[in-house]
Nanobody, 123 residues
């Protein structure tokens, strides 16, 4: 059974850093992504490792501040978040797919999701 389990969220101040982790099991995925959903807003794309993890892509709002990476030995994908801003406050979700090629920014393209981890950034 496929599972994605996120961890690492918390309450931080603006300018601080956090690292989120997503441990996967049950399948060998080819695309891994992070999305986030703020209260009252739609879930939005944050970052992805695509094409069997040969390339990374980012939303403009996090480019230069967030880094997505993977540790194959630990079946874990990370999201390093630096210079956090209050507008980064959201529940962060890990998502996965078996395909190498897909519209990676679209939430409805991912069949596998984690339960989410809350990130709160105070000003």
């Amino acid at each position: 059974q496929e599972r994605l389990v996120e961890s690492g969220g918390g309450l931080v101040q603006a300018g601080d850093s956090l690292r989120l982790s997503c441990v996967t099991s049950g399948r060998t995925f080819s695309t891994m992504a992070w999305f986030r959903q703020a209260p009252g807003k739609e879930r939005e794309f944050v970052a992805a490792l695509i094409r069997s993890f040969t390339s990374s892509v980012y939303a403009d709002s996090v480019k230069g501040r967030f880094t997505i990476s993977r540790d194959n030995a630990k079946n874990t994908v990370y999201l390093q978040m630096n210079s956090l801003k209050p507008e980064d406050t959201a529940v962060y979700y890990c998502a996965a797919d078996l395909r190498r090629y897909l519209p990676y920014t679209r939430t409805d393209e991912y069949p596998y999701w984690g339960q989410g981890t809350q990130v709160t950034v105070s000003s």
